[in-house]
């Protein structure tokens, strides 16, 4: 898609202005989907009618301009909870928006805040916050307006969860000396008696999920008041994730109430025990083929877990008793769901909220009829001046890497390590020949996926074919392949992502070897920099955006669930390996720079705070390069703005920036 002589229309600014999809969750009943959409030119809160497709807005400027955050609803399904921060720092208070446009402050902490699950009665609600250093576990008894602590660990507790009574919650956490580790804990709606189930090794990641009474899917019961599965009404399971065996599997843990008699035992693998009071049992689900991660139960005794093959996501139902699952029939790209609540996913007892996009296809709404396998589009992605076919596709190539790529290495030399077959996405501009942007995902812990990215159609339409690569670590190939970068920030990852530039410099005749560009926002950002210091040779300019440049600071000042569950996790302390985090941080090798480098960081960062840019920008200057338009280095802070935006304005004011560098220090294929 190279439209840059679009008729009377600038086109990055018809890119920004594409309205965008965020977080679509359920109403308790079904009928409701709240969800974030900028139609206006701003975000805005929507709720649309599952039964007519009709939506309207409920906000009028009172949500977020960035739709970072997810939603949820009050149980009375009258409210929307929404999270609220000042310019983009991620300090989010909670707050709540009502059908009449009334909006209400709920919960205000210094820190990070946000609403993780309410009771089914409203009246309760369990929130995560570092309000007092470590992300810790809270509830807050909205009657009486009194807010505890549940929890108080030295590593970060996530994702508490409500049980279907509200006399229990689950909740993930660590206690081990291995920093890989995660492990699912139950404990008293009051925080008391927690137990770790130990349901995987030590070492994997067990995470909670959703909780069901009898497998009727909500957590609620039937709508008659039974509990559909469980006739005895005496069991409840909660849905959990563990990668174990390598790839990530979905599974069911039954609590069996002994005093009720025998419970109702579940699925194709059940039995094995995970207390030794006996009162507990785990069932695995899936062939172990693909990275599988659950979502949600469903009506009927079924859930649904998302299955990763190469690029793609594709939904999977299970049935609950027999183990079988099947992948249902949506089109290729990646199909995924919102932010569930209790109610799940589930319209009504057959159809579920999808969300589905591919890289030339906006994300759009989809109701998905289970018993037909047919599915309607709710609401339809809107498309401006462009039409789908506008948009570049995408290719996706693998290449073997050892993670030392043929380019000499200027900062720190490596050897060889273990050989793995890295997924790229290559997309085409168009252009011949054509510049080249290699574009890292952030995180680490992410992946590039066949879906819709504003970012990269922006490039693409300024001519540039544009690389992604899942390097090791990236996640949707099991946990030994994320466990590649541990204690290995800026090494073999590295290696891999420059092992991909060259494999398609050499095979893809038509690419400009003499105009490639590197360009990444947060660890994309990192390695942006990180590329551009280690492997000066490969690159003709650089972009970083929200990166970070010296670790040992980035640890001191960023949140400290970063630190624990980032950093430490990946490099340990700066006391313990002071050596790797100042060999690894691009402001050590910053006299290396060869090509000119364009900064772009948000001032309101809490996760990569603006000083990382700052620090390593008068570290050029101090080595003698010129910060200017015609210089070594150009740079640029975006005020009212943190860690990246969704908001149309400032995205486009990015796109400028990014398109301006590129035309001047690049230049279009010619």
């Known amino acids: 898609m190279h439209t840059k002589n679009m008729d009377e229309t600038d086109p ?377 076919d506008e948009f570049a596709d995408a290719e996706y190539i693998t290449v073997r890497s050892d993670g030392v790529p043929e380019t000499p290495a200027a900062a720190v030399d490596h050897e060889p390590t273990t050989e793995l077959e890295i997924g790229a996405l290559l997309y085409d501009s168009g252009e011949r020949p054509s510049p080249l942007v290699v574009n890292p995902h952030g995180g680490p812990r992410a992946r590039d996926e066949k879906s819709f990215n504003l970012y990269t159609q922006v490039l693409v339409q300024q001519g540039f074919s544009v690389l992604q690569v899942n390097y090791r670590g990236s996640t949707g190939r099991g946990r030994e392949f994320v466990e590649h970068l541990l204690d290995d920030w800026g090494g073999a990852e590295q290696g891999d992502v420059a092992t991909a530039a060259e494999h398609v410099l050499e095979t893809r005749e038509w690419l400009d070897p003499d105009r490639v560009v590197v360009f990444g926002g947060s660890y994309g950002g990192y390695s942006a920099y990180w590329q551009a210091v280690q492997y000066p040779d490969l690159y003709d300019a650089a972009i970083a955006w929200i990166g970070l440049t010296d670790l040992e600071e980035q640890y001191e000042t960023t949140m400290p669930h970063y630190r624990t569950e980032l950093m430490e996790k990946y490099l340990g302390t700066p006391a313990e390996n002071p050596d790797l985090y100042e060999e690894r941080s691009p402001i050590t090798h910053a006299d290396n720079l060869a090509a000119p480098l364009l900064m772009v960081h948000g001032v309101n960062d809490s996760r990569v705070p603006v000083s990382q840019a700052r620090l390593f920008r008068d570290e050029l200057e101090s080595l003698g390069y010129e910060t200017s338009p015609a210089g070594s280095i150009e740079y640029r802070e975006l005020g009212e703005e943190g860690h990246a935006s969704t908001d149309q304005r400032q995205q486009l004011r990015t796109f400028e920036l990014l398109a301006d560098f590129l035309e001047r220090r690049v230049g279009e294929a010619r």
């Not at 310019?87 to 919960?107: F, K, M, P, W």
């Not at 497998?215 to 008041?225: Q, R, S, Y």
């Not at 039995?271 to 172990?288: E, F, K, L």
């Not at 690029?311 to 949506?330: F, K, W």
């Open 12 to 388: 990055l600014e018809a890119l920004a202005s594409l309205p965008t999809i965020a977080h679509p969750t359920l109403s308790p009943d079904g009928r409701d989907v709240a969800f974030y959409y900028d139609t206006t030119g701003c975000n805005e809160l929507h709720v649309l009618d599952t039964e007519t497709g009709e939506y309207e807005r409920w906000s009028d400027g009172d949500v977020p301009r960035n739709a970072r955050w997810f939603l949820r609803w009050d149980a009375d399904g009258d409210r929307v909870f929404f999270h609220r921060d000042d310019g983009g720092d991620e300090q989010n208070d909670i707050y709540a928006l009502s059908r009449d446009g009334t909006v209400e402050s709920v919960v205000e902490l210094d820190g990070q805040a946000t609403l993780q699950d309410v009771s089914a009665d409203g009246e309760t609600l369990l929130v995560n916050t570092n309000k007092d250093g470590q992300m810790n576990v809270y509830r807050y008894d909205r009657p009486a307006d009194e807010f505890s602590k549940l929890t108080d660990y030295e590593r970060a507790a996530r994702n508490p969860l409500f049980s279907p009574s509200d006399d229990r919650i689950a909740y993930a956490t660590n206690e081990t000396d291995d920093f890989d580790n995660l492990d699912v804990y139950v404990a008293n709606a009051d925080g008391s008696e927690p137990r770790n189930l130990d349901l995987g090794e030590v070492g994997a990641e067990s995470f909670p999920v959703a909780w069901s009474s009898g497998g009727d899917g909500h957590g609620n019961g039937g709508e008659d008041g039974t509990e559909r599965g469980d006739p005895d009404g005496n069991s409840t399971h909660l849905l959990v994730i563990d990668n174990t065996p390598d790839l990530g599997r979905a599974g069911i843990v039954t609590f069996e109430d002994t005093s009720a008699g025998a419970g109702v035992g579940v699925g194709a693998d059940a039995g094995t025990d995970i207390d030794t009071d006996g009162d507990a049992t785990v069932t695995w689900y899936g062939d172990g083929e693909f990275e599988e991660s659950a979502v949600a139960f469903l009506p009927d005794d079924r859930f649904l877990a998302l299955r990763t093959r190469d690029a793609q996501t594709v939904p999977v139902v299970y049935d609950v008793a027999s183990g079988d699952g099947r992948e249902l029939d949506v089109p290729a790209g990646v199909t995924t769901v919102g932010h569930p609540g209790r109610r799940g996913v589930s319209i009504d007892e057959n159809r579920l909220l999808l969300q589905h996009t591919s890289p030339t296809s906006r994300p759009e709404l989809l109701a998905y009829d289970l018993e037909t396998d047919m599915f309607e589009t709710l609401l339809e992605a809107e498309y401006g001046p462009f039409a789908p």
